[in-house]
């Protein structure tokens, strides 16, 4: 029983599969620093049915539970930029933030509850229409609540705040200087360092900084958090002089929690690092002038860095890109005197998600492609540079074949669980959709613990490919063992393209020893083709990344599928650099990161210093057949991201002034490539990037498989 009445009661469901686990079955192992109890703001990424619009979204919803309680909610705008259309004849995609007010006098939030307030939110959109679910009403893909004090409700969001253009920057335009725009979004933004001012240290080059988690101000700038522009930075170094801790004390950038401490605190942050990377002032003498190259920054609630399955980002990256493109056309107009003047920008964002449905179908990837193809339609050079991801030889990608399925019998996945596992852990199965609802395949499904028994569930667990995305997504299914609840499977219509099992599963150790704990060993996924004509295609398997990101530490080790056939090292005993062979349930290609697979980012890999050889660990897409020409969800370029096999990593700033750090991984080659671009984009006589001759001898079955492309 909810606060609302048995589930039973509630007949549309307008959240997806992981928010069923994180807000519900397993929201006391979700370690959020606003749990969704006592939340008032939650954000999300708002999916509307085409031709629909946000302005169809009643305001505000009022309901009433049984005991007489009220209960509200509305929905609130962060920062949208203009440029966007707000009507398509396809899927459109928003950030919002909801807002269940009158807290005090209503019943403890749940997903229960979510759901039967966002029913009456969305009753105008879905008016005329059958009450179905998914196939016809918003999709609220639910993130991390914020904290109240990051939130104000008085914002003037669509507003831009006073803002005029650098008088230096204005003169080097007027002597023929070309400007661009670096963007990056990530985590422990120093603003105030050093190497982000100009050539003279007079004043920062960063025009807007959007930390998302920080307290509200009074200006009401921003919906949440608080922006500070180049002269707020010049204003606070001025104030404060060398003193850096005292100026992101004040300006709230130092985010802690009961869970962690701000990573803008530490000696090094991925943030940082990326930042310095992308538009640092160097030791080095630079061939361009970078007081024209101009910054804005945007630091993600320390929560959405911490979480690396990924899921509760979607509303802070949209919001992050939004607020992005209408800063740059603010300075566009004060440096051009109009918004559409072509001011390059180019925007990083070094975070990777490794589930998904790796072909530019999951909603995030849909939403940033609209955005860059928007900008780019109004003759705006625009470029978005992510990672390649660092899960080549992880073992977190698995694939069924079509003929193994067809034969009838079960195919299992083994998936290990480690010991002293603090965080949840995550499964998802693709299975391709049928066009032909007669025809159409169907599963069934066992999940059995490390012990060879099978979980009990209220009813057998089964899953259809047939085209029914309009119809009520399945409820999910608890996942017993021992009579002990330790996960939920959940399983439905992902897309037209898609149906989609996601298993969760508890922490090996959770952080409250009182809460039952999912058995660490190797747990067994059983999926059988039960009915339906034959598959053509193969089911992919992909577990989501869950080892602690730079700077923070949640207990998360990482589960793996524990395939014998998987070849994880070659004859040198070095990590295995190429594909395993047919019979393996673990590819190594197709392991891209699972948010840079559209048509509309520019995907980089990393490479060692020393040798030009691609490292052990960085991802790639899946194979194409020889002689094919890239794609969405290749690898474009590369940069160094370990100076050599002993030498780990690569130097950039620290979060001070003088300080500098080694960080390894494709996050940190990204950003070398942003910059290399926004040079070029600023440069008077730009030059191809050049490729480096590969000195270290590598097997022709390497070089046929991972072909190098170096910038």
């Not at 893909?141 to 939130?151: H, I, M, R, T």
């Not at 939403?367 to 992880?394: C, D, H, I, W």
Request: charged share 20%.
């Amino acid at each position: 029983m909810t606060p609302d009445g048995p589930e039973s009661e509630v007949p549309l469901r307008f959240t997806g599969a992981y928010e069923d686990w994180t807000f519900g079955r397993g929201a006391a192992y979700a370690n959020l620093d606003v749990p969704l109890s006592d939340a008032r703001f939650v954000p999300a990424m708002i999916a509307l049915p085409p031709g629909k619009a946000l302005i169809d979204l009643a305001g505000e919803a009022h309901l009433h539970d049984k005991d007489g309680g009220a209960r509200s909610v509305r929905i609130l705008l962060p920062m949208i930029w203009a440029g966007l259309p707000t009507q398509t004849t396809g899927m459109t995609y928003w950030p919002v933030v909801l807002d269940f007010e009158d807290r005090g006098e209503r019943r403890t939030l749940d997903i229960c509850c979510i759901n039967r307030s966002l029913e009456g939110l969305t009753k105008p959109i879905r008016s005329g229409q059958a009450a179905k679910g998914f196939g016809d009403g918003p999709v609220f893909n639910l993130n991390a609540p914020l904290p109240e004090a990051s939130v104000t409700t008085l914002a003037d969001t669509q507003t831009r705040p006073p803002y005029t253009a650098d008088p230096a920057l204005l003169a080097k335009l007027g002597s023929g200087g070309k400007a661009a725009i670096v963007a990056v979004i990530d985590d422990g933004i120093p603003f105030a360092h050093s190497n982000f001012r100009d050539a003279a240290g007079t004043s920062t080059r960063v025009e807007f900084c959007w930390l998302q988690s920080a307290d509200a101000s009074a200006d009401g700038r921003v919906l949440f958090g608080r922006e500070y522009t180049r002269d707020d930075i010049d204003t606070l170094v001025g104030d404060h002089g060398p003193d850096e801790d005292a100026v992101y004390a004040r300006a709230g950038a130092a985010e802690n929690s009961w869970l962690r401490t701000a990573s803008i605190n530490h000696f090094a942050s991925h943030g940082a690092h990326v930042l310095d990377a992308a538009a640092g002032r160097r030791g080095e003498s630079e061939d361009v002038d970078l007081d024209l190259l101009r910054i804005i920054a945007v630091q993600l609630p320390a929560a959405i860095t911490a979480d690396t399955t990924g899921f509760r980002k979607d509303a802070f990256v949209i919001s992050a890109l939004h607020y992005i493109f209408d800063r740059a056309d603010a300075v566009a107009a004060a440096c051009f005197g109009t918004d559409t003047a072509p001011l390059p920008l180019v925007v990083n964002f070094s975070y990777g998600f490794t589930g998904g449905p790796h072909d530019g179908s999951d909603p995030l990837e849909l939403a940033v492609a609209q955005l860059v193809a928007a900008r780019e339609a109004q003759g705006k050079p625009t470029t978005l540079v992510m990672p390649s991801g660092n899960s080549f030889g992880e073992g977190m990608n698995g694939e069924i074949t079509a003929s193994a399925l067809n034969t009838g019998i079960a195919c299992p996945v083994p998936w290990r669980l480690q010991p002293n596992d603090h965080t949840s852990s995550y499964l998802e199965i693709w299975l391709p959709a049928a066009g032909d609802a007669a025809s159409a395949p169907t599963f069934a499904l066992a999940v059995a613990g490390p012990d060879g028994i099978p979980c009990e569930t209220a009813i057998p667990l089964t899953v259809a490919l047939a085209p029914v995305a309009g119809d009520t997504p399945p409820a999910p299914q608890d996942l017993r063992h021992h009579g002990v609840i330790v996960g939920q499977c959940l399983t439905g219509r992902y897309n037209d393209r898609w149906s989609r099992v996601l298993i969760a599963l508890a922490p090996t150790e959770p952080d409250d020893p009182s809460l039952p704990a999912a058995p660490s060993g190797c747990w067994t996924i059983s999926l059988t083709l039960t009915g339906g004509g034959p598959l053509a295609s193969p089911v992919f398997c992909r577990i989501q990344r869950d080892n602690d990101p730079f700077g923070y530490s949640r207990g998360g080790r990482q589960s793996y599928f524990d395939d014998p056939l998987d070849q994880r090292f070659g004859q040198d005993g070095a990590p295995s650099r190429v594909e395993n062979p047919p019979e393996a349930l673990v590819r190594r290609f197709g392991t891209l990161n699972g948010i840079a697979t559209h048509g509309h980012v520019t995907v980089v890999s990393g490479y060692y210093g020393d040798t030009g050889r691609a490292t052990e660990y960085a991802a790639a897409g899946r194979r194409r057949p020889p002689g094919s020409p890239p794609g969405a969800g290749d690898v474009r370029l590369s940069a160094i991201s370990d100076a050599s096999t002993a030498l780990r990593g690569v130097l950039a700033a620290g979060t001070r002034s003088g300080s500098a750090a080694r960080l390894s991984g494709t996050s940190m080659a990204a950003p070398q490539v942003a910059r290399a671009l926004a040079v070029q984009s600023i440069s008077s006589s730009p030059a191809p990037m050049q490729s480096i001759p590969v000195t270290y001898p590598i097997e022709p079955i390497e070089l046929a498989e991972r072909p190098i492309r170096l910038g």
